[in-house]
């Protein structure tokens, strides 16, 4: 059974950074490619950034582009998606996903497989 456990999602002042971290169970994350998505209140979901089974990262969010970054540690099973100089408009549920094919594709927002989400807030 495939499961996604998201983490690190908090409260941050415009500026900030924080890390997130989707863990995963059931699967070997590094034979697939893993998405990371958001949405905020009223608006519909957006892709943010994938990274492939061969560690290629694609940018779905133009608005994230030398702020965010995505990664992956195969020996914890866990992909990571590091958030620097946060802005008020980065507020949103950021879940990660897949869809346990190895590449990224599409618009970044379409996956069989969802973790439970992460809030992320910020607030000064």
């Known amino acids: 059974q495939v499961q996604l456990v998201e983490s690190g999602g908090g409260l941050v002042q415009p500026g900030g950074s924080l890390r997130l971290s989707c863990a995963a169970s059931g699967i070997t994350l590094n034979y697939y490619a893993i998405g990371w998505v958001r949405q905020a209140p009223g608006k519909e979901r957006e892709g943010i950034l994938c990274?492939?089974?061969?560690?290629?990262?694609?940018y779905y969010a133009d608005s994230v582009k030398g702020r965010f970054t995505i990664s992956r540690v195969n020996a914890k099973n866990t992909v990571y998606l590091q958030m620097n100089n946060l802005k008020h408009e980065d507020t949103a549920v950021y879940y990660c996903?897949?869809?346990?094919?190895?590449?990224?594709?599409?618009?970044?927002?379409?996956?069989?497989?969802w973790g439970q989400g992460t809030q992320v807030t910020v607030s000064s």
């Open positions: 990274i492939s089974s061969s560690a290629d990262s694609t």
């Open positions: 996903a897949t869809d346990l094919g190895p590449e990224c594709y599409g618009s970044g927002n379409d996956y069989d497989y």
